[in-house]
């Protein structure tokens, strides 16, 4: 995880540096404890760890085989939650992931049979092979945390989060999702493979194709409840603040983007700057949280020019820039 130089001026407005706030220490449990499972993906697990405590979901784009689904299910089992995992088909349908109304002859009435969503964290696996509709459904739990099925509103079981993947590869009878759906993800990632040390142990660790040690339940849902009530007490200071502000502003100026991100995006690197100064224990946010999370917050909430399609510029990369041009809040 990214620490601030220990030469450098405290950060601003900091003060003597508090204790860890009650919750912290089960974070840093969960961290340990799935990054001794997943090699290679440390990046992958700190961002899983930001969308709990920020309450968003995640996009991952990456080949198969890096450990994605395994990301996702040993998270869930550190914190003592439940798992599911949803393959996206083109022949899905919305009831298949929601639920449904099953009518039952014995009883003569109705009966509702809630979807697999109706779990702590869901894997929503190739989620741009299932038609608009599907995706919609999904999206819709995901912003209201309920789904409704024959008239009844049925809420799912807190803390919930959705990480869904894409393929980058198989592009060929897919349907993306536009960009108004991609702006609801909080993080996107976009996953490379390990280094070769890192590959190594992979070996090593599922030699007899089975994790080495089992994962632990290291937390319940109390202590992570509590947990999630760390990032609202993070103190976000005035120049910090502006410095998000401006960094989002760039978005809409620079020439390589015709649409920049909007204030909900600004909203999601502000959310997950405070989750990631509480993953690392302080009660405040600095310059160098923005520079870790908008990375990963901004790109895919915005449309670049037709000019920086034609350099095959990246939003990762127009952000690189837009973080080296912004003027940083001076430290004292």
């Known amino acids: 995880m990214d620490q601030t130089d220990p030469d450098q001026s405290p950060p601003v407005s900091a003060v003597p540096a508090p204790a860890a706030p009650t919750g912290a220490a089960e974070l840093q449990a969960v961290t340990q404890e799935v990054k001794r499972i997943i090699v290679g993906q440390d990046r992958v697990v700190e961002r899983l760890l930001v969308?709990?405590?920020?309450?968003?979901h995640l996009l991952l784009e990456g080949v198969p085989g890096?450990?994605?689904?395994?990301?996702?299910?040993?998270?869930?089992?550190?914190?003592?939650?439940?798992?599911?995992?949803?393959?996206?088909?083109?022949?899905?349908?919305?009831?298949?992931?929601?639920?449904?109304?099953?009518?039952?002859?014995?009883?003569?009435?109705?009966?509702?049979?809630?979807?697999?969503?109706?779990?702590?964290?869901?894997?929503?696996?190739?989620?741009?092979?299932?038609?608009?509709k599907v995706q919609s459904a999904l999206l819709e739990?995901?912003?209201?945390?309920?789904?409704?099925?024959?008239?009844?509103?049925?809420?799912?079981?807190?803390?919930?989060?959705?990480?869904?993947?894409?393929n980058p590869v198989e592009l060929e009878g897919t349907f993306p999702l536009p960009e108004a759906q991609l702006d609801r993800f909080m993080v996107r990632l976009k996953l490379g493979y390990p280094t070769p040390e890192e590959e190594s142990s992979i070996y090593l660790r599922f030699e007899k194709d089975t994790v080495v040690d089992a994962v632990e339940a290291v937390t319940d849902g109390e202590a992570l409840g509590q947990a999630q009530q760390l990032p609202p007490t993070v103190r976000v200071d005035e120049p910090v603040r502006k410095y998000i502000v401006d960094v989002v502003g760039a978005t809409r100026e620079h020439s390589g983007i015709s649409l920049g991100a909007s204030p909900r995006a600004g909203l999601a690197l502000y959310k997950t700057t405070q989750a990631w100064a509480a993953i690392d224990g302080r009660d405040f946010v600095t310059p160098d949280d923005v520079k870790a999370m908008a990375p990963s917050v901004l790109p895919h909430r915005m449309i670049?020019?037709?000019?920086?399609?034609?350099?095959?510029?990246?939003?990762?990369?127009?952000?690189?820039?837009i973080l080296s041009s912004v003027s940083v809040p001076i430290e004292r």
Do not use: Y
């Open 304 to 321: 670049l020019s037709s000019a920086a399609r034609l350099k095959e510029s990246s939003g990762e990369q127009l952000v690189a820039e």
């Open 141 to 166: 739990v995901m912003a209201e945390h309920q789904v409704s099925i024959g008239g009844e509103t049925h809420e799912v079981p807190e803390p919930f989060l959705v990480m869904a993947t894409q």
């Open 66 to 132: 890096l450990a994605k689904t395994l990301a996702m299910e040993t998270l869930a089992t550190a914190v003592g939650g439940t798992f599911a995992r949803i393959q996206f088909t083109p022949d899905l349908l919305p009831a298949d992931i929601t639920g449904t109304r099953v009518w039952r002859q014995s009883a003569e009435t109705f009966d509702v049979e809630l979807g697999p969503v109706f779990v702590n964290f869901l894997l929503a696996d190739e989620i741009n092979r299932a038609p608009a």
């Open 51 to 56: 969308g709990l405590l920020a309450r968003g």
